[in-house]
């Protein structure tokens, strides 16, 4: 977890502060955060000015050593657009030249950096804000972030380069609808749609992306190499730019470095080789099945990563721990992966919807239970076979928050229990099963304080039914059951436990 209050202050001017936050002994971030909260972080010509001339100063020190420049808002909001009531009286065709002259300027000096340009926001995007926020080359909402490019309900049109970096991120079509409509998008809607890359569920936006910044401090190289490959949204000179890169950073100590790290965080960690071509021969089908019965190899014979899934009903916080989990192992230099289910994929998407009741069948009525369960069920074998196993081939620890008995816990409620068993019989069982319990009044509680809204299983008869039902399941399944009661601190350290040993005999 990241602590934002180890931010170093540098300067702050006209309601933008200028930050830095060490990642590692020789990495740092820029952290500029706009803090106007009487006007909801909207920008006056001064923020704007000071925002310009921090950019510029940025650039102008910025040495190989800053990852990212990170922009957020203060008082749990973005940042809402112009500020209006400032800009009242300047209502002539010059002043918005120049001040869309101004913020094109400024972002456009941002978005050149050869660092990355980071977008972290926690409540309202609004306007303006959304056009400073789309600019980003990378965007994380916390889950009550909300988005809305609100210029048409004003009679206006985007001016700070918004319609294009919208276009370019989600095609002429839907950025169009987007801007005539000005609908709000809640962070989840936008992470469906790519407005943003990461939503977070358990920290604020700025901690979840200095953690998710910690990743490159061992490779700042690549990162900004990517970037690098990436800036010119034409992408004219992609090729003769790889051919430039690509040699520079295989022959970069930070690339050899990397081997070595990965070599020695995997030793005793992955399947041998002949193993890996036994299974790689068989037909998919039959992988999975091969894999659940080799459990003995998958840790001390093989070299293959471990494989952790959390679980618990709804509102016992099996997010936050895996975020937690994945933090630790991180900080113990291991190669780790958070993921869920439903997963990020295409049919993990389509089963969000169809849980938020948005995704809806024939004659307007919502999907059955049979349907429900097949989707997950089709999520989780891409989830498997596309990300989860790859990772664990090469000697990652992936942490996913939910896996298949989320299925036989709250689809056997709905279902016959064997045939949701059957479904699911073909995926493997985790190294570790983490099974994190809470009194459903407890999670109710947590849920109501999260203030999202709920989805169609989250209704406190049922998780009363699901809870009983996972306290089965996961005995059946040799699930370490872990106290969600006590608090985030002891339940991380509780989870941890079962983890180290587990690595040790790794
Ligand atoms: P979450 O992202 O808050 O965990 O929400 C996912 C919801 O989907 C949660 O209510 C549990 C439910 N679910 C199932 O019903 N079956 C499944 O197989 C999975 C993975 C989740």
Redesign the pocket.
């Known amino acids: 977890m990241e602590d934002i209050r180890s931010l170093i202050e540098l300067s702050r001017s006209r309601g933008v502060i200028l930050s830095k936050f060490d990642l590692s002994e020789n990495t740092f971030v820029y952290v500029l955060t706009i803090d106007r909260p009487q006007v909801r972080n909207a920008l006056d010509f001064e923020a704007m000015r000071s925002l310009r001339s921090y950019a510029a100063q940025i650039k102008s020190s910025l040495t190989e050593s800053c990852l990212a420049v990170v922009l957020t808002g203060a008082n749990d909001t973005f940042i809402s657009g112009g500020d209006l009531k400032a800009l009242q009286d300047q209502r002539s065709v010059t002043v918005a030249q120049e001040m869309s002259t101004l913020m094109r300027s400024t972002l456009k000096a941002l978005q050149d950096l050869p660092c990355l340009l980071v977008c972290a926001a926690d409540g309202a995007i609004v306007g303006g804000g959304a056009e400073v926020f789309i600019a980003a080359d990378y965007r994380i909402m916390s889950a009550q972030a909300h988005i809305r490019f609100a210029q048409a309900s004003l009679a206006l049109s985007t001016g700070w380069g918004g319609a294009r970096r919208l276009a370019q991120v989600l095609g002429r079509s839907k950025a169009l609808a987007l801007l005539l409509e000005g609908e709000r998008l809640s962070s989840q809607s936008s992470l469906d749609l790519g407005l943003c890359h990461q939503v977070s569920?358990s920290m604020n936006a700025l901690s979840c992306t200095l953690l998710w910044l910690k990743k490159f401090c061992y490779t700042p190289q690549a990162l900004i190499g990517i970037k690098a490959l990436l800036k010119d949204d034409s992408f004219n000179h992609i090729d003769e730019l790889e051919n430039e890169i690509f040699p520079h950073l295989w022959a970069h100590d930070e690339h050899w470095q990397a081997v070595d790290r990965l070599w020695s965080h995997r030793a005793g960690m992955k399947k041998t080789n002949k193993d890996v071509e036994e299974i790689q021969s068989m037909k998919p089908e039959f992988r999975s099945e091969a894999r659940a019965e080799d459990g003995a190899i998958s840790l001390n014979q093989a070299k293959r990563g471990l494989f952790i899934v959390l679980e618990g009903i709804?509102g016992a916080g099996?997010?936050s721990q895996a975020e937690r989990l994945v933090a630790w192992l991180e900080e113990h230099q291991y190669s780790a992966y958070m993921t869920?289910?439903?997963s990020s994929g295409v049919i993990g998407r389509l089963?969000?919807q169809a849980?938020r009741g948005e995704a809806i069948g024939h004659g307007q009525n919502l999907l059955p239970a049979e349907s429900?369960?097949l989707l997950?069920?089709a999520?989780?074998a891409d989830h498997w076979y596309n990300e989860i196993e790859p990772k664990l081939e090469r000697g990652e620890v992936v942490v996913c928050?939910?896996?298949?008995y989320?299925?036989l816990?709250?689809?056997g409620l709905e279902l016959p229990e064997s045939w949701v068993r059957s479904l699911n019989m073909l995926y493997p069982q985790p190294d570790l099963l983490l099974f994190v319990e809470v009194d459903p009044a407890i999670a109710s509680q947590r849920r109501d304080q999260r203030g999202l809204e709920a989805?169609?299983?989250?209704v406190d008869e049922l998780q009363i039914q699901i809870a009983k039902r996972y306290a089965t399941i996961c005995q059946e399944y040799e699930a370490t059951f872990i106290n969600g009661e006590q608090s985030l601190d002891e339940v991380t350290q509780a989870c941890l436990a079962p983890l180290k040993s587990l690595l040790e005999m790794a």
Do not use: G
Request: net charge negative; glycine share 0%.
């Open positions: 569920k709804d099996t997010t869920q289910e439903p089963t969000r849980l429900i369960a997950f069920a999520d989780r928050d939910r896996y298949l989320s299925s816990a709250y689809q989805d169609r299983y989250e």
